[in-house]
């Protein structure tokens, strides 16, 4: 929950702070006006801080130190704003200050020291302090509404109560911090935050010398600051949420994203299908059927993966045009896992042994399999249909029972409690309501039975309160804000749609949005991943696979209602998940940097299936173990973003949603890219067995512009706006390949929905 601060409780930080803003020997170095706020850059002693006040309504000072008292310091104007430098004994200090462009409350402060001499860095202070209206931090109180969590964004977001300032959205871009981090051996873990009225950045030291030793000679990024601030503080959850969403949205732009690189999914999916079928490791019988194992030879097969798998072998079916044996055989063995007595399918076989409590149930372990079994029932296959209804009423007994505030674990027989509350927060799976929502939804599509949409209700509802404390596991978040853009849909009650801006603010609000370069880190990308548990060290492979699910479903869903901060930080998650994804698989990575010891049977660098962790602090990845269940991951993204057109000679790969596709002719399609106004799309062509040749296609905007294509490699790209809608044109070569049907397969929803 929110931290509440009625008073402040201030420290030594608190008084030296407010001294030196009162004291006669600080000299104002520079003043400007940004957006409704006065600013003013303050020198006093071994300080320079950077003042922001709104008229009679308080403010903020952020601290940046200069190390010892400056000879002199020079402010520069730049193009973007200015720029302070500061000498001492301790060496040079360079200050760049940058402002909105339209003038907006936002700006960015970077700070970067050239030592003359080693310095050792021993507990600095956190540098943003609240102030009331006459510069005093002991006169403003407030709310601390969420701060960084372990490795995720340095970040704080708080309100004022008194005095009016607004809210604030402090983010330390870790980004450009990571020469600091490698240089002094630390790592930003939980960095960001405080205690009011003491918040901000405090930088990390070495843990086992309490230093962190800045080299003689060697410039180095200390702090790279975004501050965005409103006005009007909005405190309702719902609206608190999508401030919160916008200001993230507002602060993006200075993050510095990568640019996500091209993945061949298909070659990943196609390798990832031969050794389903093939690898020893993979499966195992039980009763003359074949099971999946969860990890490499290891674990008891269980329901969960059987219809992880399933789902994605379905969509892979549709989109390849071609069926595939291994979902035949997950099918014939499925009903094994159904437990007449209890009315529902269970996570393990009946013949689980006796290391395992098979009564033992996983809140979300109840729910998710039932998802993945609605999708194939809803793509027209019976026998999952006639398994999913019959389990779905023991479902909704569950969730009445526990009045839709799950618990960690319980037993299946009677409902009583095993493990209520993670140790880490002392909360249940605070998340299982959206996914419940969602199972629910697609129930009711199945039937038409309100009852199922009167339970989506109850299970939202009963959510409403959490705030940032809402997010339990990435994907169930995920899917609950799907869930109340679906409801929005079918009700027409638009609460629902401001509702999932919550389960969105929870998600970001455990997404690491920078770019980790620490130790083993520098061989993967991390940007835009999302801790798999609220308490988890890691991002995980099935989580982020299934997230990207379920915001493809949103952003269709959700259409043109959509606040820009959500079309964007959405699909800027699923554009970036298409490329970090990649890094899962044990051939991606350099051998030193996979665990040689997993906690769950072994790591084969020659098998197409994902580790389960990656780490944003570049600890060895593969610690938990090699995925069997998370192997539809790469079938899932390659039936989501590539697109095969019929009597074209190549696939299309966009990394944007593709939706709206419309046959013109034999030889051109129109289509809409589902992104966000402002930003860029790539388009790939992967042609099959051919050269690429750009003289052979064409591309128009609906503008009438011709956009060209650029040899990339085996591929030709396009660049193009993210919001914006096209013609392709191409040669003809369907009697090359037989002829058919004109149709375009891929975007995943779109294909299965026709």
Not at 101 to 130: H, K
Not at 470 to 491: D, E, F, K, P, V
Not at 661 to 675: H, M
Request: charged letters at 25%; glycine letters at 8%; hydrophobic letters at 40%.
């Amino acid at each position: 929950m929110a931290k509440a601060a009625l008073r402040s409780v201030p420290t030594a930080a608190t008084f030296a702070a407010a001294a030196a803003l009162r004291s006669p020997a600080a000299s104002t170095l520079h003043a400007r006006r940004q957006g409704g706020l006065d600013l003013a850059f303050v020198r006093h002693a071994t300080e320079l801080w950077l003042v922001l006040r709104r008229q009679d309504r308080g403010g903020v000072a952020l601290r940046l130190p200069l190390f010892a008292e400056p000879d002199e310091c020079t402010v520069e104007e730049t193009t973007r704003g200015i720029e302070i430098a500061c000498n001492s004994v301790a060496g040079t200090v360079r200050i760049a200050f940058e402002g909105d462009d339209f003038d907006l409350e936002q700006l960015r402060i970077t700070l970067r020291i050239r030592p003359a001499q080693d310095i050792a860095l021993r507990d600095l202070p956190r540098d943003l302090v609240p102030l009331d209206a006459q510069d005093d931090p002991t006169g403003a109180s407030g709310r601390i509404e969420a701060e960084q969590r372990r490795l995720n964004t340095g970040l704080i977001y708080f309100e004022f109560d008194r005095p009016a300032f607004g809210k604030v959205l402090y983010i330390q871009n870790l980004s450009a911090l990571n020469d600091y981090f490698n240089l002094t051996g630390s790592k930003p873990e939980n960095a960001v935050g405080g205690e009011w009225p003491d918040l901000g950045y405090r930088p990390p030291v070495d843990h086992e010398t309490g230093a962190a030793l800045l080299v003689a000679g060697r410039e180095i990024t200390l702090y790279d600051t975004i501050l965005v601030i409103r006005r009007y503080a909005e405190n309702d959850e719902a609206d608190s949420a999508w401030q919160f969403l916008d200001m993230l949205g507002a602060a993006y732009r200075w993050l510095g994203a990568p640019v996500p690189a091209w993945r061949d999914w298909v070659d990943r999916s196609q390798r990832t299908l031969a050794d389903l079928e093939t690898a020893p490791e993979a499966r195992i019988e039980h009763y003359g059927l074949s099971y999946f194992h969860p990890y490499t030879a290891s674990e008891y097969p269980d329901v969960m993966v059987q219809l992880s798998l399933l789902s994605a072998l379905r969509d892979w079916e549709v989109w390849s045009d071609e069926p595939q044996p291994l979902s035949a055989q997950i099918l014939a063995g499925i009903e094994r896992f159904y437990d007449a007595e209890l009315g529902t399918i269970r996570r393990y076989l009946p013949n689980v042994g006796n290391d395992k409590d098979a009564d033992a149930v996983d809140s979300w372990y109840l729910y998710h399999p039932l998802l993945n079994l609605s999708n194939v029932a809803l793509a027209g296959n019976e026998q999952a249909r006639d398994l999913f209804l019959p389990s779905i009423d023991y479902g909704i007994r569950a969730a009445q029972h526990f009045a839709y505030r799950w618990p960690i674990l319980y037993n299946a027989r009677d409902f009583s409690v095993i493990r209520a509350v993670a140790e880490s927060d002392q909360r249940g799976q605070t998340d299982v309501g959206g996914i419940y929502a969602w199972v629910m939804l697609q129930a009711f599509e199945l039937t038409r039975e309100k009852r199922f949409l009167d339970e989506a209700v109850l299970a939202i509802e009963a959510a409403k309160g959490m705030r940032f404390d809402l997010n339990y596991q990435a994907n169930l978040t995920a899917w609950g804000a799907t869930a109340c853009i679906r409801l929005w849909r079918i009700t027409g009650d638009k609460s629902y749609l401001t509702q999932s801006y919550v389960y969105l603010a929870s998600f970001f609000h455990n997404a690491q949005l920078w770019e980790s370069e620490i130790a083993l880190a520098r061989h993967y990308t991390n940007f835009l991943g999302v801790t798999c548990l609220q308490d988890a060290p890691y991002m995980a492979a099935y989580e982020c696979f299934d997230s990207f699910s379920a915001f493809e479903r949103y952003l269709d869903l959700g259409g043109p209602d959509l606040i820009t901060s959500v079309r964007l930080l959405v699909g800027e998650y699923c554009r970036h998940a298409l490329s970090r994804a990649w890094f899962y698989y044990p051939d991606a990575l350099p051998a030193h940097a996979i665990s040689d010891d997993p906690r769950n049977g072994y790591i084969q660098r020659g098998l197409n299936f994902p580790f389960e962790d990656l780490y944003p602090d570049g600890q060895q990845a593969g610690q938990v173990g090699q995925e069997i269940y998370g192997a539809g991951a790469a079938l899932v993204y390659a039936t989501r973003a590539f697109h095969r057109i019929e009597g074209a000679p190549f696939v299309l790969f966009c990394d944007h949603f593709v939706r709206a596709w419309k046959r013109f002719d034999e030889t051109t399609v129109s289509f809409r890219l589902d992104g966000q106004d402002g930003c860029t799309a790539r388009i790939f062509l992967r042609f099959e067995g051919d050269a690429p040749d750009s003289s052979r296609v064409g591309l128009r905007g609906f503008d009438g512009r011709d956009i060209a294509f650029r040899a990339d490699g085996a591929l030709l790209c396009a660049e193009v706006s993210a919001a914006g809608s096209f013609l392709l044109k191409y040669p003809d070569t369907r009697s090359a390949h037989g002829g058919g049907a004109t149709q375009v397969k891929g975007s995943g929803l779109s294909a299965r929905q026709g």
